[in-house]
């Protein structure tokens, strides 16, 4: 079961939204920016904290605990106090279904 539907488009409608998503204990955050979809585990690495919580801009999640900053795209922890990379998923969109692999 590599792909699994996950949200429809019409959920993320506008650039910089977030949607947090639960697939089974899987807790993953849904991102659209400029007008693209992406994936990741939607807990900080540095301290528990939701990152569908945070502030999206420019392809970068704020965590809204301590401020670290993660790329959406490959999960890059760019500042302190991350240090360990947040796990990204492959996204792709088939008609209006956003799915994502898992175990990508």
């Known amino acids: 079961m590599p792909w699994t539907k ?3 488009t019409d959920q993320l409608e506008d650039d910089d939204e ?3 998503v639960s697939i089974g204990q899987t807790q ?3 991102y659209r920016s ?3 979809f992406f994936a990741s ?3 900080c690495t540095h301290a528990y904290a939701l990152l569908s919580d945070g502030f999206l801009e420019d392809g970068c999640i704020e965590c809204p605990l301590h401020q670290a900053k993660f790329d959406i795209r490959t999960g890059r922890a760019l500042c302190a106090p991350a240090t360990r990379d947040i796990r990204v998923y492959p996204v ?3 008609n209006n279904d956003i799915l994502v ?3 990508g």
């Open 6 to 8: 996950i949200a429809t």
């Open 41 to 43: 585990d939607n807990v």
């Open 101 to 103: 692999d898992l175990e």
């Open 92 to 94: 792709r969109v088939d």
């Open 28 to 30: 993953l955050a849904l």
């Open 34 to 36: 400029e007008g693209q």
């Open 18 to 20: 977030i949607l947090p």
